[in-house]
């Protein structure tokens, strides 16, 4: 899934409003501009999301600390925010870090002691803070635990429930559907829009314990290698720039030999299988 204001071009010779058109974006959307952030809570976000791919169990006091060895300053709420902006999540049992969706919503843990024996048996979901040059976005990613093959991602400058249900609807068009898939309990995937579509394609829904991310433990493994590998050494110009180079190395990624598969190929096993 790609983000359609990435497609405008402001030196064509078509007017904007023309571009629009022909992408069904409505203007309004286009010229949305969200409230960035200051280039020092960038650099902060940053620090972070690298030290929790270090320290997973680091919580708020600790990025504190890892602050402060950089030299920066900042209060317990400024630390906070930044973590929830960054959708940055220390594994450990907490109370307030993760906004929650209605109980209602909420799901149980399926995954434990399920033997996966094919592909499009499980999906994980999950959303990650990408850095990028000026500025940041999120990504989504929803991977085959069987074959470790990505079967959709997305890229948005929010984390609103509407952008990961359509990576999911785009994985469902792309390769059917799964019989489980397994989100964490973020507000993105216990709400209403979310639960009501899998259950209207009879998708089972699995959700982590709270606190415990690594119940959805590929695709936690997905991120670091993305972003050790990629991210944090190509960081993007723009969102144009994150697509093209995410959707270039994707293509490696899918067509490498992979240890936890038996150093075999995601896509092979994936088209393979399925």
Known sequence: MMDLKLLVNKESKLSLRQQCESLSLPRSTFYYIPKGESKENLEIMLLMDKHIMEEPTAGILTMQSMLRDQDIEASYERVRRLMRKASIRAIYP?????VLGKKEYLHPYLLRNLSITKPNQVWEIDITYIPM????????AIIDV???YIVSWGLSNS?????SLTVVK?????????????????SQFTCKEYVDFLKSQDIRISMDGKGRALDNIYIERFWRTIKYQHIY?????????LYLGIKKWMERYHNRDHQGIDRK???IIYQNAA
């Open 159 to 163: 984390l609103d429930a509407d952008s």
């Open 265 to 267: 190929k995601p896509k």
């Open 146 to 148: 069987y074959s470790r």
């Open 233 to 241: 050494l190509n960081p993007a110009k723009n969102g144009l720039d």
């Open 133 to 140: 040059q000026h500025g940041f976005m999120y990504l989504t």
């Open 94 to 98: 907490r109370r307030h870090l993760t």
């Open 170 to 186: 785009e994985a469902i068009d792309t390769h059917g559907k799964p019989e489980i898939l397994n989100s964490d309990q973020g």
